[in-house]
């Protein structure tokens, strides 16, 4: 039996660092305000010694910014990318319900919004980056159902 091939499964791969992709942001502004300027939705990952043990704020961020890789792996693979097409995705319906929950939580005054997620190259994380897609303006719900 070659121990060798067992041993390996207990060393770290660090091959996950050879495929770096571009940052990926989320932003939104005040769809009564078309002048208003574009702010951050999500915030990147805080990473410390404590979150190795208690990280709900994190996971949480995490599963965010999945979401948005989701959708656009999701856009990239349409045949159709019309805007109906778009919206139609379950990706896009996850974002679009994040948005308005974290821009709910940040502002409760807010009636209307607008989304748009942007790709910034690694080598220039201030620059900046390139508009992937603008949602069109939507209401926020303030259901308490």
Known sequence: MNWGFFLR????AWVFFVDVTPEIRLSAR??????DSWKTVLP????????????????YLHACHNSLHHLLT????????SPDSVEAL???????????????TQN???RRYQFQISVHPL????GIGE?????????????HA
């Open 108 to 110: 409760p005054q807010m």
């Open 30 to 35: 005040d769809g009564d305000n078309s002048e």
């Open 44 to 59: 990147p990952l805080r990473r410390s010694v404590k979150n190795l043990f208690w990280n709900p704020h994190n996971n």
């Open 90 to 104: 379950p990706s896009y319906q996850v974002v679009k319900n994040m948005v308005a929950f974290e821009l709910k």
């Open 9 to 12: 499964a207990l060393l770290p």
């Open 74 to 81: 999701d856009i990239n693979e349409l045949e159709n990318t």
């Open 123 to 126: 080598s220039d994380p201030n």
């Open 131 to 143: 508009d992937f897609m603008k949602s069109p303006i939507y209401e926020i719900s303030h259901d």
